[in-house]
């Protein structure tokens, strides 16, 4: 049996990351070897440079190369923050172009199965920035799960006596969906969530 | 509209990767971003020391960390040569443990409308080979496609004046397989092949 170590190394660090088991991480490695090593330098200057040029906004927890990022230090954005739970919601948010304010990155959602506390997120801090940066609105954008709606909750109470409105993203049937394969959850969401016309 | 400059160049390098969409490999990049920096550092150095330690045998084409592999420096091995498509197949068949000859990656197969010629593959090396080696029989193991058997064809006449046995890896259904999912080609095939009891 011939050892491929360098192959089996690569395989491994690829299968750890989200989607991919060994067989397609073993492809991966394969279409680096097939491919010009000048696309294997530049995959692996990317990689070992992308924690040194990536950091967390202080403020709001995003991912920026700047600090405070770019959206926490542009005056021109209104007083809302929309409160999310991954850094990565942030860019979905940014390139729909719907919200012209600013951003809270939780860390996550209560979950204490998973040991996830309030303390865990970044709630002290959102409620910091509230009373600091005099926010009209914070927009619960949290992902309509069981977890995401008690953070909601949580927060809401948290933000009681702030003063300021706190509103959750509308939930219901997706656009272009189709009535016929929406669950239950959804269908009942959209019926209470329904709008005059 | 904020630039994510980093992670839109790595997102797009991991994009060319078989299998990765624009959204999966965002989410590749994000999941770095949230693991330790030490995953970064291991992944990053793996990928840019590939290259350098990974090159092709330069008797059979496989991928190898000496030259000559491994499998070609073995005394050992049957005077068989397993016939494959790419070097990745090697390891299929080596994990099998089925085989315990020896192996030639042709690099490809033989397709007009793609532009591979059979000048293009490393059939010239193999005629060589079966000739200094003194191959007994050349097991032609490329997939079971059009193109796989026009160059199995095409191989086999090459191979004719040398008087080495060629065979082609038995086609059928696979074992665990339902008739009622087989391809009619398959099913063709396997009556084609059909062995008596």
Known sequence: MVSFNAIDRLQALFSKLPGLGKKSAGRLVYHILDADSSYARALGEEILALHDTIRRC???????????????????????????????????IEESREFR???????????PLEGVSPERLTIGELLVRVRREGINEVILAMNPTVEGDTTALYIRKVLEDTGTEVTRLASGLPVGGDLEYADRLTLSRSFRGRIKM
Chains 1, 2 share one sequence.
């Open 58 to 92: 202080s403020r709001c927890g995003s991912y920026t190369e700047l600090d405070p990022c770019p959206i926490c230090s542009d005056p021109a954005r209104d007083p809302v923050i929309c409160v999310v739970e991954r850094a990565q919601d942030v860019r979905v």
């Open 101 to 111: 304010g600013r951003f809270h990155v939780l860390g996550g959602v209560i979950a």
